[in-house]
């Protein structure tokens, strides 16, 4: 069974435009992970939100967590072409480490 | 490019068969975890080694098998293969406690 769930499951943009998708789980976690993947190949490792974090940032990326609604959501600012791709977050147990559980993933299409 | 590898990139196989597939972990992390991708579908944890000794293991039957080597390097051995085997096959390699970065993957197909 999946532990995440993400929203919306498909997402299409123009480029410059904002990409927000969100992830709820159900147990209580050690951390949280969002990951790209293009095409059916390997997965990016883009950001890693710890349970005691409520917000991150990398480059054109914010992470949101809120671990009293269970939910984390994804922020790509002034998306490109190239970010097309299915976005996944996975959850870290506090019992579990290194026991990742994916949802079914958010698959944006980003138009020129 | 995270530094893990796979191989083979693809592989076809009759049910029935048994198959390996193969990892290197990324320098100088001590810890490889195994994931089934079906098509469309997020990964499913298979299972993880640490230090040579399995670590904890998902829903998958015992003809699921792994081993990780000192060099940190794994196997996956997939015995008595079935249709519903076919998928990506995804190893991670991480230190503990940390991000989990993966390889590009085996696409197996089980005929």
């Known amino acids: 069974s999946q532990q995440g769930e993400e929203d919306p499951q498909a997402l299409s943009i123009q480029e410059g435009e904002n990409a927000t998708m969100n992830c709820s789980y159900k147990?209580?976690?050690?951390?949280l992970q969002w990951y790209r993947q293009n095409s059916g190949r390997g997965l990016v490792h883009l950001i890693l939100?710890?349970?005691?974090?409520r917000e991150k940032h990398s480059g054109r990326l914010r992470v949101t967590l809120d671990t009293s609604k269970k939910s984390s959501s994804l922020l790509i600012t002034a998306s490109r072409a190239a970010d097309t791709a299915s976005y996944f977050c996975?959850?870290?147990?506090?019992?579990?480490?290194?026991?990742?559980?994916f949802g079914a993933g958010t698959q944006v299409v980003v138009t020129p | 490019e995270t530094g893990v590898t796979q191989s083979p990139t693809h592989l076809i196989k009759t049910r029935g068969q048994q198959v390996t597939l193969r990892c290197s972990s990324q320098?100088?992390?001590?810890?490889v975890s195994w994931y089934q991708q079906a098509l469309g579908q997020g990964p499913q944890f298979i299972f993880q080694?640490?230090?040579?000794?399995?670590?904890g293991r998902g829903n998958f039957p015992p003809r699921f098998s792994g081993l990780q080597f000192p060099n940190y390097s794994s196997e996956l051995n997939v015995n008595a293969l079935e249709l519903d085997d076919s998928a990506l096959y995804l190893c991670?390699?991480?230190?503990?406690?940390?991000?989990?970065?993966f390889g590009p993957g085996t696409r197996l197909t089980v005929l």
């Open positions: 991670a390699s991480s230190k503990t406690y940390n991000e989990q970065f």
């Open positions: 939100i710890r349970s005691n974090e």
């Open positions: 320098s100088g992390h001590n810890t």
């Open positions: 996975a959850t870290s147990g506090t019992d579990s480490w290194g026991k990742l559980q």
């Open positions: 147990t209580s976690i050690n951390n």
């Open positions: 080694y640490y230090r040579e000794e399995e670590n």
